[in-house]
């Protein structure tokens, strides 16, 4: 049992050390982090009670709070990747199950290691209430998660078949251990004997939920490192790389040509306009730009083009980098924005005008407002109207005024 325990305590600490050292992240890998600590976090208190505890109660049927957190971390992840826009901190309520019982648990723990006379009622009603609750939370919610995954795109074709696999462990485990508890329940037969091999199979399926989400996490990790060795070898003027800087705000820093011979674009032009014209059309219409956490994978994920691809068509075609681009697209819809204002004679906070544009940096704001429009925030206000032409042109003339 040990054996078993220590190799997904040791599989979770993998995969969690992969998310933290690779920061550029997929959309919805917060829950999925999330689910790695929990599994890491039960696996390891099942290691220490075995290893460790003397009491038997603790051994052979104390039930983890953190089993009821599984179907609801799932099913928020399944829910993010098929709309972005969903809010995970609304539906935390459903967590709340399990943090009571964490309660509960760590209170019975502490009986049971004080040797209190209330442990062992307090184990009976505790294990009786979480197991049916459990059996259910692993089924229902894994099934709901299941049904979204077989809608999703082929865009999300790696979630979808992680999230279907983990589903499917999830449902077998409480599959098992609701036929358990049934047949228990109802004295159809005695399976108490079976009770050690039915938690072995059970830490031998979290084990291996361990590996999906480590080989999910390496495979785009590959990936991505592969569409950046591949980009680093296209041909073009000034490869563009970003760095976090204070003096330098989106860190915009050019790098001298390369001499070694280069290889051809992945895309050709054509694909590359329409990349770019379809990333347009989600910046005008959709406005992805006020998102102040917007990011290229974010971006990839929205648009369902592949980040590498994007990133080329935007170094490519346009010569530009990512943060080049939001942020020209931020700037001109602050200056749209005091465009107005000045129209109607009114003095407005330019600071909460750059915030809701999508800056989340004054000087990071002023940098890039200086560049483009060559002034500075005030002083572009001072202007009369009709010198300001800027906010009122159409993407083609606002792309030639900026180039």
Sequence with gaps: MDYVIIIGVFQALLALSLFVVYKRRRPAEKVLTLLLICIFTHLSLKFVIYALSEVAEFKSGFNTFIDLAYGPLLWMYASKIKDHKFKTNKYFFLLLPASFAAIVYLYILYCGLSGSHAFKTLTLIYNHTTTYLISVSMVILPCLSYAKAKNLSSFWKAERILIKRISVLFILI??????????????????????????????????????????????????????????????????????????????????????????????????????????????????????????????SAISKIPRHHLSEAFNQYLGKSFYQLVNEFRIKEVIRSLDEYKKRDITPNILLIAYESGFNSKSTFNHYFRKIAGSTPSAYLKRTVDENHVGTGTVTDWYELIS
């Design 174 to 299: 409480g599959g098992i251990s609701l036929t358990i508890n049934l047949i228990t329940a109802f004295k159809i037969y005695d399976l108490t004997s079976l009770h050690f091999i039915v938690r072995i199979t059970c830490y031998g399926i979290m084990s291996n939920i361990c590996l999906l989400i480590l080989y999910y996490k390496i495979y785009f990790t590959l990936e991505n490192t592969s569409g950046m060795l591949d980009f680093v070898n296209i041909k073009s003027d000034a490869h563009v790389e970003v760095i976090q800087h204070e003096d330098n705000p989106e860190g915009i820093k050019q790098l001298a040509q390369s001499d070694i011979e280069t290889k051809k674009a992945l895309l050709n032009q054509e694909r590359q306009a329409a990349i770019i014209e379809d990333v347009h059309r989600l910046m005008q219409i959709k406005k992805v730009y006020s998102d102040p956490e917007l990011s290229l994978e974010k971006l």
